[in-house]
């Protein structure tokens, strides 16, 4: 769940609504896609992780020094570039 995602997606959606219900010329042909974008883009962020992933680690796992992927707490190698973890905690 992205708060940020959602909000926006909102916001999209509530102006595409408002340019379908105005009628504005040109801006019309734009209310539609506006909606639909708006409205998928909220109900994505329903299905997508906290946006913080990247920054704090899994719970039982921590970032490998050399490349940043999560490895499990007490694992003596990551597993995707082999690179010897620090030992302790
Ligand atoms: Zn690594």
């Not at 909102?10 to 219900?21: D, E, P, Q, S, T």
């Not at 105005?22 to 997508?48: D, I, K, N, R, T």
């Not at 796992?61 to 490895?71: A, G, L």
């Amino acid at each position: 769940m992205r708060p940020q995602l959602l909000v926006g997606g909102l916001l999209v959606a509530v102006l595409g609504a408002l340019l379908f219900v105005v009628q504005l010329p040109f801006l019309y042909f734009w209310s539609l896609p506006l909606a639909l974008g708006g409205g998928v883009m909220a109900l994505a962020s329903f299905f997508m992780s906290e946006g913080e992933g990247p920054v704090t680690a899994p719970p039982g796992y921590r970032f490998c020094v050399f490349c940043t992927n999560p490895v499990p707490i007490g694992a003596e190698r990551c597993s995707r570039c082999n690179g010897l973890q620090p030992r302790g905690e």
